[in-house]
Nanobody
Framework: QVQLVESGGGLVQPGGSLRLSCAAS????????IGWFRQTPGKEREGVSCLNGSDNSTDYADSAKGRFTISRDNVKNTVYLQMNNLKPEDTAVYYC????????????????????WGQGTQVTVSS
């Protein structure tokens, strides 16, 4: 069964850090592009970061630049999102998903073209 499972969310104070994990089962992430997305109630899902499967290049939404880092561990078949200096506006359910390319991952409804969505992990940033 092809599946992605997110973990690592939780409650953290502003300025704190979390590392989210996206573990794949049933397939290898090696050559896929992996995107991290987040969603809050009443808002459309938005792209946060993406790692290109073709060359391992990375991209970040403006809201994530300088604070988040996406990385891949091929041995563990897992992609990570290290989130530092978290802010209350980062509060959301975070999801990972796959696509052949990261192109336009953060634009409009492009996220709908990504697949193998996991169940998400809740991140709450609050004092």
């Amino acid at each position: 069964q092809v599946q992605l499972v997110e973990s690592g969310g939780g409650l953290v104070q502003p300025g704190g850090s979390l590392r989210l994990s996206c573990a794949a089962s049933g397939f290898s992430l090696d050559y896929y592009s992996i995107g991290w997305f987040r969603q809050t109630p009443g808002k459309e899902r938005e792209g946060v970061s993406c790692l290109n499967g073709s060359d391992n290049s990375t991209d970040y939404a403006d809201s994530a630049k300088g604070r988040f880092t996406i990385s891949r561990d091929n041995v563990k078949n897992t992609v990570y999102l290290q989130m530092n200096n978290l802010k209350p506006e980062d509060t959301a359910v975070y999801y990972c998903a796959t696509d052949p390319t990261c192109e336009d991952y953060e634009r409009g409804s492009r996220w709908r073209e990504f697949g193998s969505w996991g169940q998400g992990t809740q991140v709450t940033v609050s004092s």
